[in-house]
């Protein structure tokens, strides 16, 4: 019984294993998003070969029916991620020096400041101001000391 039970997860998990050693046809996720293998696209083409995240050991996969993909696209702006130099200097054109200068720009200023509103005047003291509440001279108004006694030595 132990047997028959190892012979057939044997077979089981090696069939398993030999199924990624076949060919896969690629289709793409998403439409007009390319499939890219190793600069080449990939989408709707036959890929033979052991290739994967799943795999110990790196064998290149052969591609039937791909397109080459630009490395690089050409682009007028520069991209530091595309590893290219940006250009140097501007294009500049030096205008002729006679030509018809533009009217000139009317003045401009601008000034701003801040200041505070006049506070209105303090009340007077009144005739009989309410009277004064002194503290108790020991501290705590409940007779206790500043200070509690040390109950625990």
Sequence with gaps: MRTTTALVILIGA???????????????????????????????????????????????????????????????????TLGARPGYGRMEIEPPADRKLPKPAESYSRSWGAQSQMQPPEPAVPMYPPAVILAPPDGDPRGYPNRPPAYRR
Aim: no cysteine.
């Design 14 to 80: 090696s069939s398993a294993a030999l199924a990624s050693e076949g060919f896969e046809i690629v289709i793409p996720q998403r439409p007009g998003v390319p499939v890219v293998i190793n600069g080449i696209d990939a989408s709707y083409a036959v890929v033979e070969g052991q290739y994967g995240l799943g795999r110990g050991n790196y064998m290149q996969p052969t591609i039937y029916g791909g397109r080459p993909v630009e490395p690089e696209p050409y682009v007028g702006h520069y991209y530091p």
